[in-house]
């Protein structure tokens, strides 16, 4: 026999007694926040965060970089100056350490940043690919009842269309067909040059 499946738990800052909710969502604390983080399964996940790679070997590229650059300027520099090279090789390491892990942060917010704006740009791009797919799809299936040939209405089912919709704007197109009309009544005794080709 299968025992029950137990309740989901409810998120933070839910109450657990249903008699007590509010008709209004509560708003999140800072204490419900920090309630979220969970050191140990966001450093899990990170190999599946879809910028975390790029971002934090650019990060760390940069940082070595800007580290092994400051750590070898700084030596350079205090030859023959004033200060004699009176300073500590260590505390010429420990400077660069400083700039190597501010390059760090720095890089690898800013490789996030750009990695995440081409990812969504992307998503953006492909949505409208999507929608202009389903529409030629759509268009490509055949038309219904009212809908037009390619974009064109044909026959007497297409001028009643055009009718309508230029009543809803109001009413050029009659207009347009009345003259049109009035004026192929007074030519109707004329001979045109289609007249006897057609």
Avoid: H
């Avoid at 990060?59 to 500590?88: D, E, H, N, P, Q």
């Avoid at 996030?112 to 490509?140: D, F, G, Y």
Wanted: charged share 25%.
């Amino acid at each position: 026999m299968s025992s029950p499946l137990p309740a989901a738990p409810a998120p933070p800052g839910a109450s657990a007694d249903p008699s007590t909710s509010s008709s209004e969502p509560q708003k999140a604390t800072l204490l419900d926040a920090a309630k979220t983080i969970r050191p140990l399964e966001d450093l899990s996940r990170l190999p599946q965060m879809p910028c975390a790679r790029y971002s934090l070997l650019f990060g760390i590229v940069a940082g070595a970089s800007v580290g092994a650059l400051r750590f070898v300027f700084s030596r350079a520099g205090r030859r023959g100056t004033l200060m004699g090279g009176g300073g500590s090789a260590w505390s010429e390491v420990g400077m660069a350490a400083n700039w190597a892990v501010g390059a760090w942060g720095v890089g690898s917010l800013g490789a996030w940043e750009t990695c995440r704006a081409r990812q969504t740009a992307e998503a953006a791009r492909m949505q409208a690919l999507v929608s202009e797919i389903k529409a030629r799809r759509a268009a490509k299936a055949g038309p219904g009842p009212d809908k037009p040939i390619g974009g064109i209405l044909v026959g007497d089912k297409g001028r009643e269309m055009l009718r309508e919709r230029e009543r809803a704007r109001g009413g050029a197109v009659l207009e347009r067909e009345q003259a049109e009309a009035g004026d192929g009544k007074a030519k109707s005794g004329e001979k045109s040059w289609w007249s006897g080709r057609i």
